[in-house]
T-cell receptor, first 112, second 112 residues
Framework: NSKVIQTPRYLVKGQGQKAKMRCIPEKGHPVVFWYQQNKNNEFKFLINFQNQEVLQQIDMTEKRFSAECPSNSPCSLEIQSSEAGDSALYLC??????????FGPGTRLTVL | QQKVQQSPESLTVSEGAMASLNCTFSDGTSNNFRWYRQHSAKGLEVLVSIFSDGEKEEGRFTAHLNRANLHVSLHIREPQPSDSAVYLCAVRTSGGNYKPTFGKGTSLVVHP
């Protein structure tokens, strides 16, 4: 099944703290996605990359969220100043073909 | 904007009885449909992908697609307690920068 690696699996931060999570996509997959899944199972797309370039991102991402996918390093998603509403499961997925998307196990962020 | 709705929200079946899950979508140009399973807020496991009207079987999981009715379903044959999880429907349109829209899921419980 999926070989997408996400670290850490769990992350606990206080409000206002920085939260950073990482994702190693499947080898050879040029497209990487970040999603936020809240406690109601709602998926919110945050950003996606093709190689190191941003394809799409939502407005929320442009403010407190930043993400990058440098070559030869893990992709990362960072929240500059965490808020309680950011508590969620953050899922990374990678894709070789448009029809396929393989997910990692996620990082569970809790903001106290 | 694509809307994906799943029903029922929750479903309880006995081990061995067929489980049927539904997913409706709003964009008739959608061409890529995938069912995922998610155990306890972990990563998403791909069950079956379908791209054209009709049926696609992967082991005990069968997807039925009827694009005219904007409907795709998942049938689980002989469900087991280990199939208890949240089942997510993901729908993609062509030219969507690889990005699918997810439903909110159906929570399935299989009783022994």
């Amino acid at each position: 099944n999926s070989k997408v690696i996400q670290t850490p699996r769990y992350l606990v931060k206080g409000q206002g703290q920085k939260a950073k999570m990482r994702c190693i996509p499947e080898k050879g997959h040029p497209v990487v996605f970040w999603y936020q899944q809240n406690k109601n199972n709602e998926f919110k797309f945050l950003i996606n990359f093709q190689n190191q370039e941003v394809l799409q991102q939502i407005d929320m991402t442009e403010k407190r969220f930043s993400a990058e996918c440098p070559s030869n390093s893990p992709c990362s998603l960072e929240i500059q100043s965490s808020e309680a509403g950011d508590s969620a499961l953050y899922l990374c997925a990678s894709s070789l073909y448009p029809e396929e998307q393989y997910f990692g196990p996620g990082t569970r962020l809790t903001v106290l | 904007q694509q809307k994906v709705q799943q029903s029922p929200e929750s479903l309880t079946v006995s081990e061995g009885a067929m489980a049927s899950l539904n997913c409706t979508f709003s964009d008739g140009t959608s061409n890529n449909f995938r069912w995922y399973r998610q155990h306890s807020a972990k990563g998403l496991e791909v069950l079956v992908s379908i791209f054209s009207d009709g049926e696609k079987e992967e082991g005990r999981f069968t997807a039925h697609l009827n694009r005219a009715n904007l409907h795709v379903s998942l049938h689980i044959r002989e469900p087991q307690p280990s199939d208890s999880a949240v089942y997510l429907c993901a729908v993609r349109t062509s030219g969507g920068n690889y990005k699918p829209t997810f439903g909110k899921g159906t929570s399935l419980v299989v009783h022994p």
